[in-house]
């Protein structure tokens, strides 16, 4: 890895909490119609407070509007930012519990991890191939039952090596060598 590599991180323009809450924004006028303060700090389990502050921040970005009547909008970057997350959301989300048998609870909560770092490119990657391996092509079939084959010979259980050591710290042994 290079040593510059992990600066990236940082100039990340979608952090995990705008992630949440344009999210949250359009997840709320999809159903209701609106968002208002209140609303998003509900969705999200947070203070109306600390939802302020933030929605204050996301509005001095040009992510957020807000409408004579208080209710919050999405500007065109802020919807972009949203839908993207979203769809890498699902792509994640998939890859996870249905690929690799994460269970659904733990799946949930490595998607939310990855949702926002994840780039544009990797996801979109990822997602063809998600679609190849639930296709009928007889390469995709052969690489499901391999994994399956894999899986079964652990018992069903992913979360070990057949050594017994946790399957990451197996994983990154095997990348070094």
Do not use: C, I, Y
């Given at each position: 890895?290079?040593?510059?590599?992990?600066?990236?991180?940082?100039?990340?323009?979608?952090?995990h909490s705008v992630a949440h809450h344009v999210v949250a924004i359009a997840n709320l006028r999809e159903k209701s119609g609106y968002a208002r303060v209140s609303d998003v700090a509900k969705v999200l389990n947070i203070t109306r407070g600390?939802?302020?502050?933030?929605?204050?921040?996301?509005?001095?970005?040009?992510?957020?509007?807000?409408d004579e009547n208080r209710f919050l909008l999405l500007s065109d970057e802020g919807q972009f930012i949203a839908d993207s997350v979203r769809?890498?959301?699902?792509?994640?989300?998939k890859f996870f519990s249905e690929v690799l048998s994460v269970p659904a609870d733990q799946a949930e909560v490595d998607t939310c991890k990855v949702e926002h770092l994840i780039s544009e490119d990797a996801a979109h990657r990822l997602a063809m191939f998600l679609r190849f391996l639930g296709s009928e092509d007889p390469k995709a079939k052969a690489f499901r039952e391999a994994w399956e084959d894999l899986h079964s010979a652990r018992g069903g259980d992913s979360s070990t090596s057949p050594t017994g050591a946790p399957d990451?710290?197996?994983?990154?042994?095997?990348?070094?060598e």
């Open positions: 890895m290079s040593t510059d590599t992990w600066k990236e991180f940082e100039h990340n323009p979608v952090s600390s939802a302020s502050l933030t929605l204050k921040s996301l509005k001095q970005k040009g992510l957020v509007l807000e769809g890498k959301r699902l792509v994640m989300r990451g710290l197996d994983a990154t042994r095997e990348v070094r």
